[in-house]
């Protein structure tokens, strides 16, 4: 069974920072390309940042490019998000995703992700 925990989200204020983390276990981690999806209140989910399975070739939506950094640790089965200068827009549900299809190098729709984990809430205040 495979599961995905993240963790790292919380309040903060606009301009602070934040590093979310997310572990996965059940299957074999450097398989999977990784990514970061969001979903504000009455909004749809939507892609944030992804990394592929190796090499860490990334992307990235356009709302957070250079300030959002996606990084993997395949030894400790972890990807991170870290983000800094947070925006009050950037208050949502945080959701880390695997994607073990081989031939989608860096996975960035909902579609192409096998598994989720449970989110963790962002909240950035002015």
């Known amino acids: 069974q495979v599961q995905l925990v993240e963790s790292g989200g919380g309040s903060v204020q606009a301009g602070d920072s934040l590093t979310l983390s997310c572990v996965v276990s059940g299957r074999t981690f450097s398989s999977a390309g990784m990514g970061w999806f969001r979903q504000a209140p009455g909004k749809e989910r939507e892609f944030v940042a992804a990394i592929s399975r190796s090499v860490g070739i990334t992307s990235y939506t356009d709302s957070v490019k250079g300030r959002f950094t996606i990084s993997r640790d395949n030894a400790k089965k972890t990807v991170y998000l870290r983000m800094n200068s947070l925006k009050p827009e950037d208050t949502a549900v945080y959701y880390c995703?695997?994607?073990?299809?081989?031939?989608?190098?860096?996975?960035?729709?909902?579609?192409?992700?096998?598994?989720w984990g449970q989110g963790t809430q962002v909240t950035v205040s002015s």
């Open positions: 995703g695997a994607a073990f299809t081989r031939t989608i190098v860096v996975p960035i729709t909902n579609r192409q992700y096998d598994y």
